[in-house]
């Protein structure tokens, strides 16, 4: 069944609620000839009403974190990491400072709101936002590590500024934090906050009954005031008294995040986009703003996350209408809603309908309402739509990048059926297989020239562009070259020709990227259509004077170094199954994109002679191409194989690429014993590689300088993982201890 590109795509920009639940929708739902195209600064959704129960210790940090790269893979959604900059309204493109514009038909806008630090001087690295969420309770835990380090108090003094809801709950839930990370060090607690009462806009009851439990617990309030500037770790008020502070939370009043000003869109006083009552911008723009991001021109309601939920609705009927020229619906946001503050001590305090209440009932209720919610998108099973072909079952999935290589036993198979003729200019071909071939040209220096291509493993063309640049070159400086010029093959889905340039554009803006940064260029190249997206490069490259290294020198002795962890293939076979946890796919595509030209500028300093790279055919296949070429063997101490983060966990399950079964044909080389065949480790000898690292065979006086340059280099695991013998039987082998 082919992949068709979507005539017209929706982008969110930002995953808070409202557009949340779009994407929620989507997963049950997609509409037809669309693309679903969410854009986030993190791989992580933070649900901000459990950051105090987080605090508390009534939740682990993962309960109140939506993974973004499972949920999209789940859903059939496109996931963009970057950071917006601004918007071209007349082109509707969104616009990023690290990569391609991204077109779009609708655009919504959930990004959110940021604490306001209008009217303030100065602010020093004593203040701690709360936004944005995702990282707070990182950076919250690096300032109380760094202050023990250097701290000449006995007291640690802590400063909440502002007063709203989230205000108060923090400072409610904070102990419980605070004493976990100081152990035994006391620490104050100081709220400040502008109004006459904490909580504005809250019924005077509930004001009360918190304020009496802020008092209950020691904590110092200081109202009517306002924040002047924060200095030398002390905050100056307008009363003109000073505050001393080892650490401000700032929790003020919601103002419009920057990145709103540079959309050019109409704003309102305090910086958000303004709307219509439909939530659309008043602008005549196809530009949503929901949640707090958004205010509907005449509406005074306040900047709350339950407003937020029930635009969701509304939301993703009103896509739907404008897509379908339908007129569209307005919302109108509720006079009355319940509110729970968590007091983090098993209880809550509430609010409804002019009623103020507190207890351990509130709390259930309150948790309750926060669980359910969470549940709806904690859940990354995928739907059976989004899975792929609707002839083929997730089981039968084939793997994308390298891990979707024809296997090496079929390719060695036609080979030795081929009688492929010598040729006078062919100095390393066929005859001896490599990473790269060599053809010494009538005139001048000898060109190195290789092919590499997969289908897309990403629904990310311009990172398919960048990995596949970065894969295919690897092959050229596992010889020792230099590349000079790559020629594009592309096989683009069948679809709308707008459609069609945009993803060639991305894909080769991609590698345009990769291959600047190896002084080569892109001279021309190839495409058609298919029915699946699939890009590579031939890469051709200036040998130089220096003799090429090649897989077939190893020596006796020669210790074996791998230049990155392995495990992409499983990984990527899990992100096919929306089972690739988020902070892995991070090292995964830091991994990926990781190139193999400084590792190989190793190998002249160091004298060594043997290199390959690791990719399709696994780190065993690839290993014993290069102990066949030296008729030699190899030792591997198993345990010492690094692997990708979340790679040992999916081998442990029994997950693996769709290659790695084919891989195991070098199984009848490898002498292992019972016992550790059991390890993730020796699964990761056949997990097919995508831009996977090199493999270099150094002399053992090096190694420690090689792995000193290799850390050096990037923050990537390397590892010796074995070292070379004499062969001790007619086939050169692996032998596993």
């Known amino acids: 069944m082919e992949t068709l590109l979507p005539k017209q795509s929706i982008v969110l920009l930002g ?25 986030s600064n993190f791989p992580v959704a933070t649900y901000s009403g459990m950051l105090p129960g987080v605090l508390a210790g009534q939740y682990s940090t993962d309960r109140m974190s939506i993974d973004l790269v499972r949920l999209c893979a789940a859903s059939g959604a496109r996931l963009i990491q970057g950071n917006v900059t601004g918007l071209d309204i007349a082109q509707q493109q969104l616009l990023f400072d690290d990569r391609p514009s991204l077109p779009f038909d ?56 502002g007063a709203g809801a989230g205000g108060v709950e923090i400072t409610l839930c904070l102990p419980a934090r605070l004493q976990s990370l100081l152990e035994d060090v006391p620490f104050r607690l100081t709220l400040v906050h502008s109004s006459s009462q904490i909580l504005s806009g809250s019924l005077p009851g509930t004001a009360s009954r918190i304020t ?80 707090d991001a958004g205010t509907i021109e005449g509406n005074t309601s306040p900047k709350a996350g339950v407003y937020a939920v029930r635009q969701g609705p509304f939301l993703w009927d009103n896509l739907q209408r404008y897509l379908s020229g339908k007129p569209l619906r307005d919302y109108v946001p509720q ?22 209440f507190e207890g351990a009932w509130c ?74 071939a060599i053809i010494q040209t009538n005139q001048g220096n000898p060109v190195t020239v290789t092919v590499d291509f997969f289908a897309a493993p990403l629904d990310d063309p311009y990172l398919v562009g960048r990995i596949a640049a970065l894969n295919s070159a690897s092959d050229v400086f596992a010889v020792g070259a230099k590349p000079i010029a790559a020629l594009a093959s592309a096989n ?53 004077s220096a003799a090429a290294r090649t897989k077939g020198r190893l020596r006796q002795g020669d210790r074996l170094v791998l ?67 030296t008729d030699v063997s190899a030792v591997i101490e198993l345990e010492n194989i690094p692997l990708l983060p979340g790679a040992r966990e999916l081998f442990q399950q029994g997950k693996e690429s769709t290659l790695a079964p084919a891989n195991r044909a070098t199984e009848t080389n490898i002498r292992i014993p019972e016992k550790k065949r059991a390890l993730p480790e020796y699964s990761a000898l056949f997990d ?50």
């Open 106 to 161: 609708i655009l919504s806008v959930g990004i959110g709101s940021v604490p306001s630090k209008s009217g303030v001087e100065l602010l020093d690295d004593t203040v701690l936002a709360i936004k944005p969420m995702q990282t707070f309770l990182e950076r919250l835990i690096s300032r109380i590590q760094s202050w023990r380090e250097k701290a000449s108090s006995k007291l640690f003094k802590v400063v909440v500024v």
């Open 563 to 629: 230049t990155k962890p392995v495990g992409t293939g499983v990984l990527l076979a899990a992100h096919m199954r929306a089972a690739c946890r988020a902070e892995w796919m991070q090292v995964l595509l830091q991994s990926m994109l990781h190139s193999n030209e400084a590792a190989a500028q190793l190998l002249d300093r160091y004298d060594i002679a043997a290199v390959t790279d690791v990719t399709g055919f696994g780190l065993a296949g690839h290993l014993l191409e290069m102990l066949r070429a």
């Open 212 to 291: 009496t439990i802020l008092e209950n617990r020691g904590v110092e309030l200081r109202s009517n005031t306002r924040v002047k500037d924060v200095t030398n770790s002390q905050v100056t008020l307008d009363s003109n008294e000073v505050l001393d502070a080892d650490l401000v939370l700032w929790a003020t009043e919601a103002s419009g995040p920057a990145i709103l000003e540079r959309l050019g869109l109409p704003l309102d006083e305090r910086g958000f986009l303004r709307t219509q009552a439909n939530l659309l911008s008043t602008s005549g723009s196809p530009v949503f703003a929901v949640g």
């Open 492 to 544: 683009l889905p069948v679809g709308n020709p707008r459609a069609q340039e945009q993803v060639l554009y991305e894909l080769l803006q991609g590698s345009l990227e990769e291959f600047r940064q190896m002084g080569a260029t892109l001279v021309g190249g190839h495409t058609i259509e298919g029915p699946r997206l699939t890009i590579g490069f031939t890469v051709l490259a200036d040998q130089g």
């Open 15 to 39: 995953l808070g609620h409202t557009n949340s639940h779009v994407l929620r929708m989507w997963r049950m739902k997609p509409l037809a000839d669309t693309q679903l195209v969410c854009v």
């Open 688 to 737: 097919p590689q995508t831009s996977g690292g090199l493999l270099l065979g150094i002399p053992e006086k090096y190694v420690d300088e090689v792995l000193q340059d290799l850390g050096q280099q990037s923050d990537l695991e390397t590892a010796v993982v074995g070292h070379v013998v004499d062969n001790q039987s007619d086939l050169a082998g692996i032998q596993i201890v």
């Open 335 to 356: 006079e009355h809603f319940l509110k729970l503050l968590n007091t983090g001590d098993g209880r809550s305090v509430g609010e409804y309908m002019g009623l103020s």
């Open 363 to 436: 709390w259930w209720l309150k948790n309750y309402i926060d669980e359910r919610f969470m549940d709806m998108y904690q859940d990354y099973s995928p739907m059976p739509m989004t899975t792929g072909p609707r002839d083929e079952s997730p089981a039968m999935m084939r793997c994308a990048g390298c891990g979707g290589k024809v296997s090496g036993s079929v390719l060695s198979r036609v080979l030795q059926r081929l009688d492929i003729p010598a040729h006078k200019n062919v100095l390393l071909g066929l005859d001896q297989p490599d990473d790269a």
